[in-house]
Every structure is written in structure tokens, then in C-alpha cells.
């Protein structure tokens, strides 16, 4: 009978013992499947170096984490969860604490992204460019550029980087981010330059790519670039000069004030094409697609001149006569 107790009461602290472990496992399960402490998206940084555990210690210091020690056991569990890759990660309110932590395995950093214009200089993107805190090694970027460019047959970046929205994780390299701008051009440059027609005056996709960086200048309209490269291959084809303000602008650099004068125009720089005949010697600004398209597949047209009608459009004329009276009509009357 005595030893009948002994049996029951064993079986009984067993019992007890099974369902305090079964309430234990519950309330750590219950932990890492509770939702984070956030009310917004917020970014957090796994750094390099980091374990598993220190991250966790680090999101319950935050108090993104009420209780990390269920994760912990589920590390012993599933030591594969240790596995965590450094980078900048978005966590959501509606994020559990082991999803979080898959999250971190994962590596699917955020995604961040800058919009580099069509239009706009070197010079202009370079600014943006270090202006963004998310890209790393920009104090480094001016040297980095001069040595990328020197590995390549140009000498300046000048119309070569394909405007778009670039999307990089956290700290990605800023010349990173300009050759993959370089090798997106190079790609669609020399796509387009086998559909181009056949009886353009240009020698070289180089020389495309600088006609292409004069329509985007030229013209804020995107129906008229094939028409605007149909007035200028036309005009290469007779010698004429192609008489353009914004390669005048352009030559000019920081002498420019907004207003071009008289003497400007009769002023010899390599890019006044009042004064020199053909091309230019590099691209102007960073072309668009449509400028690059434009520039390769020009309307056929007897058209030689066009003035800006002031509100982003021009008119377009065969003859200097015609011209002459858009320009009274459009510009001089003004």
C-alpha cells in the first residue's frame, strides 16, 4: 500500500511537472508569436559581427521586444534561426517576434531608391548622389569617379549614366551605384544603335548619345524629339551649324546667369554651335530613352529651324523666311 502512494504521488509530481512544462512551453511560444512593440515601420540595423543573441538583446534594449528568452529557446530548438546576415531591415507593426528574426536569416534587406533625372548634368546627379544618407563612401566618390572614368574611353560621365530609379540596400557603395547608372546606358545605347537607321550623320553611338542629350535639352515635350532630331540630323547633313542655346549653356559653365546675351552666341567655346559647325564634343546633359530613341530614329522632315512658342512647344519651319517670322511672331513681339 506504501509503495502504491510512492507510485501515485510520483505520477502525480510527473503530471504536475508535464503540465508546468506544457504552460511554460505555451508561454514561450505565445512570446515569439506575439507581435513586435511598434506602432510604425521601423528600420533596424543587423550589424557585421553581430550573433543572434546580441540582436535579440538589442531589440528587447529598444523595447521592440517585450521578452526575448522564448526566442532564445527557440534558438537551442532551431539553430538554424542563428544564422542572421547584417544589413537594414524594415520591421512592421503586424511583425512577430520570430518573423522578425526569419526576417534577419532571410537577408531581404530594404530597399531604398534614388531618382536620377533625365536632363540634369553630372554635376547635378553628383550632388544628389552625396546628399543621400543611405549611400556609404561618398567623401570617397570624386577620386572613385576620376579612376572609374580612366578605365574607360571617355573622359568625362557626362550623358553616359541612363536616367532612372535605382534601388540599393543601406550602405551601398556611391560609385557602386554610378557604374551601375554607366553600365544601364551602355546596355540600352547599344540596343538602340541597332535599330537606328542607316542614314544618320553620326560615326559613333557616342555621337548619337550627344545629339540625344541636345533634343532632351531642347525640349520638354516628348512627341516632338523625333521631329527636333529630324530639324538637327538635317541640318548636320547640309553642314549647317545646328545654332542650339542649350549647348551655348552649356559651354558656358558657371558664367551662365539665365539670360543668354548677343555676345554669348559669338563667343568661341567648343560647345557653341553658333560658332562651330557639327557636334559638340561631349553630351550636354543625361538622356532620356526617348532622347535616345529620337536621336537614332529621327522624323523625316524637310524642316531646318524651330522656335519655342514659350509654353514648352516650338514651330517648326522649312524655310529661314518662315522662321523669321515665327521668331517675330513667338519671341520678338515678347
Same mark, same amino acid.
Given at each position: 500500500?506504501?509503495?502504491?502512494?510512492?507510485?501515485?504521488? !510520483?505520477?502525480?509530481?510527473?503530471?504536475?511537472?508535464?503540465?508546468?512544462?506544457?504552460?511554460?512551453?505555451?508561454?514561450?511560444?505565445?512570446?515569439?508569436?506575439?507581435?513586435? *512593440?511598434?506602432?510604425?515601420?521601423?528600420?533596424?540595423?543587423?550589424?557585421?559581427?553581430?550573433?543572434?543573441?546580441?540582436?535579440?538583446?538589442?531589440?528587447?534594449?529598444?523595447?521592440?521586444?517585450?521578452?526575448?528568452?522564448?526566442?532564445?529557446?527557440?534558438?537551442?530548438?532551431?539553430?538554424?534561426?542563428?544564422?542572421?546576415?547584417?544589413?537594414?531591415?524594415?520591421?512592421? %507593426?503586424?511583425?512577430?517576434? !520570430?518573423?522578425?528574426?526569419?526576417?534577419?536569416?532571410?537577408?531581404?534587406? +530594404?530597399?531604398?531608391? $534614388?531618382?536620377?533625372?533625365?536632363?540634369?548634368?553630372?554635376?547635378?546627379?553628383?550632388?544628389?548622389?552625396?546628399? *543621400?544618407?543611405?549611400?556609404?563612401?561618398?567623401?570617397?566618390?570624386?577620386?572613385?569617379?576620376?579612376?572609374?572614368?580612366?578605365?574607360?574611353?571617355?573622359?568625362?560621365?557626362?550623358?553616359?549614366? @541612363?536616367?532612372?530609379?535605382?534601388?540599393? /540596400?543601406?550602405? +551601398?557603395?556611391?560609385?557602386?551605384?554610378?557604374?551601375?547608372?554607366?553600365?544601364?546606358?551602355?546596355?540600352? @545605347?547599344?540596343?538602340?544603335?541597332?535599330?537606328?537607321?542607316?542614314?544618320?550623320?553620326?560615326? /559613333?553611338?557616342?555621337? =548619337?548619345?550627344?545629339? =540625344?542629350?541636345?533634343?532632351?535639352?531642347?525640349?520638354?515635350?516628348?512627341?516632338?524629339?523625333?521631329? $527636333?532630331?529630324?530639324?538637327?540630323?538635317?541640318?548636320?547633313?547640309?553642314?549647317?551649324?545646328?545654332?542650339?542655346?542649350? +549647348?551655348?549653356?552649356?559651354?558656358?559653365?558657371?558664367?551662365?546667369?539665365?539670360?543668354?546675351?548677343?555676345?554669348?552666341?559669338?563667343? #568661341?567655346? %567648343?560647345?557653341?554651335?553658333?560658332?562651330?559647325?557639327?557636334?559638340? %564634343?561631349?553630351?550636354?546633359?543625361? %538622356?532620356?530613352?526617348? #532622347?535616345?530613341?529620337?536621336?537614332? *530614329?529621327?522624323?523625316?522632315?524637310?524642316?531646318?529651324?524651330?522656335?519655342?512658342?514659350?509654353?514648352?512647344?516650338?514651330?517648326?519651319?522649312?524655310? @529661314?523666311?518662315?522662321?523669321?517670322?515665327?521668331?517675330?511672331?513667338?519671341?520678338?513681339?515678347?
Amino acid at each position: 500500500m506504501k509503495f502504491y502512494n510512492i507510485i501515485k504521488y !510520483l505520477f502525480i509530481l510527473m503530471l504536475l511537472l508535464g503540465i508546468g512544462g506544457l504552460s511554460v512551453a505555451y508561454y514561450f511560444e505565445q512570446q515569439i508569436h506575439k507581435a513586435v *512593440n511598434l506602432e510604425t515601420a521601423t528600420l533596424f540595423e543587423v550589424k557585421s559581427g553581430q550573433s543572434s543573441k546580441q540582436v535579440l538583446n538589442k531589440l528587447k534594449t529598444m523595447d521592440i521586444l517585450t521578452d526575448n528568452i522564448g526566442l532564445q529557446v527557440r534558438l537551442k530548438l532551431q539553430p538554424e534561426l542563428a544564422n542572421i546576415k547584417a544589413g537594414t531591415y524594415q520591421l512592421l %507593426p503586424s511583425m512577430t517576434a !520570430l518573423e522578425a528574426l526569419q526576417l534577419f536569416v532571410s537577408g531581404k534587406e +530594404t530597399q531604398f531608391s $534614388i531618382s536620377l533625372v533625365e536632363g540634369l548634368r553630372w554635376q547635378d546627379w553628383l550632388v544628389s548622389i552625396k546628399q *543621400n544618407s543611405r549611400l556609404a563612401d561618398k567623401e570617397y566618390i570624386d577620386n572613385q569617379v576620376q579612376g572609374f572614368i580612366q578605365s574607360i574611353e571617355y573622359n568625362s560621365l557626362e550623358g553616359l549614366l @541612363l536616367p532612372d530609379t535605382y534601388s540599393f /540596400t543601406a550602405q +551601398t557603395a556611391a560609385i557602386d551605384l554610378v557604374k551601375r547608372a554607366y553600365q544601364q546606358m551602355q546596355v540600352y @545605347l547599344q540596343q538602340a544603335w541597332f535599330t537606328r537607321d542607316l542614314d544618320l550623320p553620326y560615326e /559613333t553611338p557616342y555621337d =548619337a548619345l550627344i545629339m =540625344a542629350s541636345i533634343i532632351e535639352k531642347e525640349t520638354g515635350v516628348a512627341a516632338e524629339r523625333p521631329r $527636333i532630331a529630324g530639324v538637327f540630323v538635317n541640318r548636320l547633313k547640309l553642314n549647317m551649324r545646328l545654332q542650339t542655346d542649350p +549647348t551655348v549653356i552649356y559651354g558656358m559653365g558657371h558664367d551662365f546667369d539665365g539670360d543668354i546675351r548677343r555676345k554669348d552666341l559669338k563667343t #568661341a567655346t %567648343p560647345y557653341n554651335t553658333y560658332v562651330i559647325k557639327g557636334l559638340p %564634343p561631349t553630351p550636354i546633359a543625361m %538622356p532620356s530613352k526617348l #532622347a535616345i530613341d529620337a536621336a537614332l *530614329n529621327p522624323l523625316s522632315t524637310d524642316e531646318l529651324y524651330f522656335v519655342s512658342k514659350g509654353d514648352g512647344s516650338h514651330q517648326f519651319s522649312v524655310t @529661314l523666311q518662315e522662321h523669321n517670322l515665327a521668331v517675330r511672331k513667338y519671341q520678338l513681339n515678347k
